[in-house]
């Protein structure tokens, strides 16, 4: 029985995860249109829905050039990834709560 893990496999299981989180992403970025829109479309809702799309495609472009740079071990783009990302989330989060206060 061969006991050694596969080395590609974290690899996929990685990029399935960025898969996920920008599918999560879009979840989310859908829910604000969809609140924005019920709630009627005001200015300040047209603002939130902007830098929601903006979060939404800074999301989407981190994860891709991340998926592709995989192969280089770069602890630099690692921690500057991991930081787009957070930013972007908690952005949207926040412009969630704009939407649902305002």
Same mark, same amino acid.
């Given at each position: 029985?061969?006991?050694? !893990?596969?080395?590609?496999?974290?690899?996929? &299981?990685?990029?399935?995860? @960025?898969? &996920?989180? /920008?599918? +999560?992403?879009?979840?989310?970025? =859908?829910?604000?249109?969809?609140?924005?829109?019920?709630? #009627? %479309?005001?200015? *300040? #809702?047209? %603002?939130?829905?902007?830098?929601?799309?903006?979060? @939404?495609?800074?999301?989407? =472009?981190?994860?891709?050039? &991340?998926?592709?740079?995989?192969?280089?071990?770069? !602890?630099?783009? /690692?921690? &500057?990834?991991?930081?787009? *990302?957070?930013? +972007?989330? *908690?952005?949207? #989060?926040?412009? #969630? /709560?704009?939407?649902? =206060? @305002?």
């Amino acid at each position: 029985m061969n006991t050694t !893990p596969d080395p590609g496999a974290q690899a996929e &299981r990685t990029r399935l995860a @960025w898969r &996920r989180t /920008v599918l +999560s992403g879009t979840a989310c970025a =859908l829910l604000l249109f969809r609140l924005a829109f019920e709630r #009627g %479309l005001d200015d *300040v #809702g047209a %603002l939130a829905l902007a830098l929601a799309l903006l979060c @939404w495609l800074a999301l989407l =472009l981190v994860a891709q050039r &991340r998926i592709r740079a995989m192969d280089r071990q770069d !602890p630099v783009a /690692v921690a &500057r990834t991991i930081a787009a *990302v957070t930013f +972007s989330c *908690v952005l949207t #989060g926040l412009l #969630g /709560v704009l939407l649902i =206060l @305002w």
